[in-house]
């Protein structure tokens, strides 16, 4: 099985957002690094966007269908583009970046659920909860502008009487789209 790039260049791709009771939502610590995001990875062959959500949330953080329960998910891809550096050249077919459906779940379970072994090269070493546009900022740059669309479209989803207001250091330019 393999990933799935479009023939425009784009990995299909699924993003977890993790909500708890107290509306807090994971962010996953990358093992050997400083960097956090939430859980998020490529469709396979073979797989819905359904499909690789539960495998990649078993996968990168340990929790199965009865951990959680699903709130929503986005109406159509989002995507992004990964800067040049970041591009692999000799790679076939070349992916200049990902298109991704992202989900909103409520975990229904507790902490102990949590585990980071499960795969072959865990993606994760650590989690915490954070504020809700926190993810935002603590993500690696290009991916900023997707977590905030995921957000804003999901959102309701978790804060049925409406969204937390953004912090200050929401960016101005995103202030009218978002």
């Known amino acids: 099985m393999s990933d799935l790039i479009d023939s425009e260049g784009f990995r299909a791709n699924v993003g977890i957002i993790v909500s708890d009771d107290k509306r807090a939502l994971l962010l996953g610590g990358r093992v050997g690094q400083s960097g956090w995001q939430f859980p998020q990875g490529g469709m396979l062959r073979g797989e819905d966007a359904e499909q690789a959500m539960y495998r990649e949330l078993h996968e990168e953080v340990g929790l199965e269908p009865s951990d959680v329960d699903v709130l929503g998910v986005t109406s159509d891809w989002l995507r992004y583009r990964l800067p040049e550096k970041f591009i692999r050249r000799n790679s076939s077919p070349l992916c200049i970046g990902q298109k991704q459906r992202w989900y909103m779940l409520h975990f229904a379970s507790s902490d102990d659920r949590l ?22 900022n603590e993500v690696i740059y290009f991916k900023r502008r997707v977590y905030a669309r995921a957000l804003h479209e999901l959102g309701s989803t978790a804060y049925p009487q409406g969204l937390p207001p953004r912090p200050r250091w929401w960016p101005r330019r995103w202030r009218a789209v978002f």
Not at 115 to 136: G, M, S, T
């Open 115 to 136: 585990r980071f072994d499960l795969a072959e090269q865990p993606e994760f070493d650590r989690v915490r909860w954070v504020d809700y546009w926190r993810p935002v």
